[in-house]
């Protein structure tokens, strides 16, 4: 069994900047896909960022909506996933999950959400104007 457990989540003004965490327990989870998905009300889950871990380099994939400003990292030692988050926009509002998987090319595309295999709870963020 593996769990995750995010955390980070808050409020912030535009242009600012959260970090989210997420901690991995369980059985081994390598080497597959971990993640973040998103959601906003009314809105699809899409996905944010996903990080391969069986690669002889990170394989890492951003939807286009934060290129440039997301950046996703792991830390094998503390088990965690990480989504350190800048310059964010109101548009970034939503419920963000982190999520264990396989196929990391397909998660910031159509349906990407159907390659996970273990959700967190997840943790909100709101950006304010």
């Known amino acids: 069994q593996v769990q995750l457990v995010e955390s980070g989540g808050g409020s912030v003004q535009a242009g600012g900047s959260l970090k989210l965490s997420c901690v991995v327990s369980g059985n081994n989870y390598g080497p597959i896909c971990m993640g973040w998905f998103r959601q906003a009300p009314g809105k699809e889950r899409e996905g944010v960022a996903s990080?391969?871990?069986?690669?002889?380099?990170?394989?890492?994939y951003y939807a286009e909506s934060v290129k440039g400003r997301f950046n996703i990292s792991h830390d094998s030692t503390k088990k965690t996933l990480y989504l350190q988050m800048n310059r964010l926009k109101v548009e970034d509002t939503a419920m963000y999950y982190c999520?264990?998987?396989?196929?990391?090319?397909?998660?910031?595309?159509?349906?990407?959400?159907?390659?996970?295999?273990?959700w967190g709870q997840g943790t909100q963020v709101t950006v304010s104007s």
């Open positions: 990080f391969f871990t069986g690669g002889l380099e990170p394989n890492i």
């Open positions: 999520a264990l998987g396989v196929y990391c090319s397909l998660w910031v595309g159509p349906a990407g959400g159907r390659m996970v295999q273990t």
